[in-house]
């Protein structure tokens, strides 16, 4: 299988980093292949370095919205569940 460039996406946070990334190894590996806007970022070391911390902020923050969400529905379910069970022990009595 002959193939000039390659792309594996995965989730929307992580495209953009994995773009990125391709861009650079086509930059670096066929120059030719890649416009000059992108080429002279792509091979950028602090351009590099700060896309990168902004991306891995932008996951670490996905991440934590993630969790608090979780720990949000977990708390929502367990308050109807004790109320529901409250309410069942009165109306038993």
Same mark, same amino acid.
Do not use: G
């Given at each position: 299988? #002959? $193939? /000039?460039?390659?792309?594996?996406? !995965?989730?929307?946070?992580?495209?953009?980093?994995? $773009? $990125?990334?391709?861009?650079? @190894?086509?930059?670096?590996?066929?120059?030719?292949?890649?416009?000059? !806007?992108? =080429?002279?970022?792509? @091979?950028?070391?602090?351009?590099?370095?700060? /896309?990168?911390?902004?991306?891995?902020?932008?996951? !670490?923050?996905?991440?934590?919205?993630?969790?608090?969400? /979780?720990?949000?529905?977990?708390?929502?379910?367990?308050? =109807?569940?004790?109320?529901? /069970?409250?309410?069942?022990? $009165? #109306?038993?009595?």
């Amino acid at each position: 299988m #002959i $193939i /000039t460039s390659f792309f594996f996406l !995965r989730s929307p946070i992580r495209r953009y980093a994995d $773009i $990125i990334v391709h861009r650079q @190894l086509i930059a670096s590996l066929n120059p030719h292949l890649v416009d000059n !806007r992108f =080429k002279n970022n792509v @091979l950028n070391s602090s351009w590099v370095e700060e /896309t990168s911390d902004h991306l891995n902020q932008k996951n !670490r923050n996905s991440k934590y919205a993630q969790k608090d969400s /979780t720990e949000l529905f977990e708390c929502l379910y367990i308050m =109807k569940e004790v109320h529901f /069970t409250l309410f069942e022990k $009165i #109306i038993m009595k």
